[in-house]
């Protein structure tokens, strides 16, 4: 299949699915099935779908507004944010999972079987964060050795977004057991998939059909084949990764002059700048980031906040975007930065 030999070994299993909760909810089934156990790990601040499976396990969600806290079975770490977070020297990637080692711990010892960790493989609503090295091969080590598989959330930051590369793990030096892929897979059209390795699709023969109506319908298929297609033609991985660094290089430029500005970060096309208003403090500059990105909305750009303190501009724009766009970008956002700041 054209998806799966994108995908390394061994990587092989596809089901195509309609949305990115509907890839999720599956990954969660075929995880459970595998492994026996529903204990699952997520990292602090995590979105991963709106179905109750999955708002029950996004801090995001269940511990925001409205929520009802963090389900039983999940236990989650904190973010790898070496910027903010308690970690933040060059050993900060062994140190974060060395807290998903702890939560595999505590799992043991409260006499459960460990199940799965579930991560985003570049943090997006956490604040565009991206792991430090060795997070992720740490991390995935001690889940497997206990037993458990590992889930990589790709539905944001997958089909060469990164520009480095085409799969967000990719450069953190892993290989998952399961991939769930969504939105950038359609353009837009209603599809999804999940992508595993043919022991966990085995597993999940339970003999309980797995059954989806509009999942991987002919017409979904079609509209994935051509997003693959021009992809490929148009070159859009190498595309992100020239104007990712354009536009990285370029609000670097604008840290330079803006006290605002705090830290900019990001691969490829997925990109975050963290606002304070104290650079030893880091107090968040949530207010600014709020008129930031209203000024911007003024001037025809679509920028949103995210992060637990609202002060990151997440910056994610189309990947057919040209020079000229982020040049415009980045002279508005100079300009509203001077009159915020
Ligand atoms: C990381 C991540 N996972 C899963 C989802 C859920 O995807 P969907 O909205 O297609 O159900 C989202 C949606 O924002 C997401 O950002």
């Known amino acids: 299949m054209r998806l799966t030999a994108m995908l390394?070994?061994?990587l092989s299993v596809c089901y195509l699915v309609c949305t990115g909760t509907e890839a999720n909810d599956l990954a969660l089934r075929l995880a459970r099935d595998h492994t026996g156990s529903r204990e699952i790990i997520v990292v602090d601040h995590a979105y991963h779908g709106h179905s109750p499976s999955l708002v029950e396990i996004s801090p995001y969600k269940c511990e925001g507004p409205g929520g009802?806290?963090?389900?039983?079975?999940?236990?989650?770490?904190?973010?790898?944010?070496?910027?903010?977070?308690p970690h933040?020297?060059?050993?900060?990637?062994?140190?974060?999972?060395?807290?998903?080692?702890?939560?595999?711990?505590k799992t043991v010892t409260a006499g459960r079987r460990v199940g799965a960790l579930m991560a985003e493989s570049l943090i997006g609503c956490g604040g565009q964060v991206e792991p430090p090295d060795g997070y992720f091969v740490d991390a995935y080590?001690?889940?497997?050795?206990?037993g458990g598989v590992c889930i990589a959330d790709e539905v944001?930051?997958?089909?060469?977004?990164?520009?480095?590369?085409?799969?967000?793990?990719?450069?953190?030096?892993?290989?998952?057991?399961?991939?769930?892929?969504?939105?950038?897979?359609?353009?837009?059209?209603p599809l999804a998939a999940v992508v595993t390795t043919?022991?966990?699709?085995?597993?999940?023969?339970?003999?309980?059909?797995?059954?989806?109506?509009?999942?991987?319908?002919?017409?979904?298929?079609?509209?994935?084949?051509?997003?693959?297609?021009?992809?490929?033609?148009?070159?859009?991985?190498?595309?992100?990764?020239?104007?990712?660094e354009r536009l990285l290089e370029g609000l670097r430029e604008l840290q330079s002059r803006h006290e605002l500005v705090g830290d900019v970060r990001g691969r490829g096309l997925f990109i975050g700048v963290e606002l304070v208003t104290d650079h030893e403090t880091l107090a968040p500059a949530a207010a600014e980031a709020a008129d930031i990105i209203e000024g911007l909305k003024d001037r025809g750009f679509l920028v949103s906040t995210d992060g637990p303190l609202h002060n990151v501009l997440k910056i994610k724009p189309p990947m057919v975007l040209q020079a000229d766009d982020i040049d415009s970008l980045l002279t508005n956002l100079d300009e509203v930065l001077a009159e915020v700041g």
């Open 141 to 146: 080590a001690a889940v497997r050795e206990a």
């Open 156 to 189: 944001q930051v997958g089909f060469g977004r990164v520009g480095s590369h085409f799969w967000a793990f990719e450069p953190q030096g892993v290989v998952p057991d399961i991939v769930t892929l969504g939105k950038p897979i359609g353009n837009g059209h």
């Open 198 to 244: 043919p022991e966990i699709a085995a597993s999940f023969q339970t003999g309980m059909e797995y059954f989806n109506t509009f999942g991987g319908n002919p017409v979904s298929c079609a509209v994935g084949l051509a997003v693959l297609e021009v992809m490929e033609r148009e070159q859009l991985q190498d595309h992100a990764l020239e104007m990712g």
């Open 68 to 85: 009802e806290g963090l389900a039983d079975h999940a236990r989650k770490v904190g973010l790898p944010d070496s910027y903010r977070g």
């Open 88 to 105: 933040r020297g060059a050993d900060a990637g062994g140190l974060y999972a060395a807290e998903v080692k702890r939560a595999v711990e």
């Open 8 to 10: 390394p070994e061994p």
